[in-house]
Nanobody, 115 residues
Framework: QVQLVESGGGLVQAGGSLRLSCAAS????????MGWYRQAPGKQRILVAS???????NYADSVKGRFTISRSNAKNAVYLQMNSLKSEDTAVYYC?????????WGQGTQVTVSS
């Protein structure tokens, strides 16, 4: 069974940086897209950034210019470089992989930005 393992979350001061990583424990064939979502307390889960199999990227307006998503097709991995972090970026971040076989989610990693 495929599992997505996330790492890289933590506590950082405003203006700092973090890099999130997510790798699939098993093989996933025919991936359409990979992405990162986040959910703040009391709010809905929203898309932060996504990247297609062709490398096209999409970002939430709130993170444009600060976050960069990348992927490794060989490793079935997706990364999120987060710079100039703000307190409003505080949330649980989830990675997501969309493939022919289904929609996969990571367990979530906490990112806390102190002001």
């Amino acid at each position: 069974q495929v599992q997505l393992v996330e790492s890289g979350g933590g506590l950082v001061q405003a203006g700092g940086s973090l890099r999130l990583s997510c790798a699939a424990s098993g093989s996933i064939f025919s991936i359409y897209a990979m992405g990162w979502y986040r959910q703040a307390p009391g709010k809905q889960r929203i898309l932060v950034a996504s990247i297609t199999k062709w490398g096209s990227t999409n970002y939430a307006d709130s993170v444009k210019g600060r976050f960069t998503i990348s992927r490794s097709n060989a490793k079935n991995a997706v990364y999120l470089q987060m710079n100039s972090l703000k307190s409003e970026d505080t949330a649980v971040y989830y990675c997501n992989i969309q493939a022919v076989a289904g929609n996969y989610w990571g367990q979530g990693t906490q990112v806390t930005v102190s002001s």
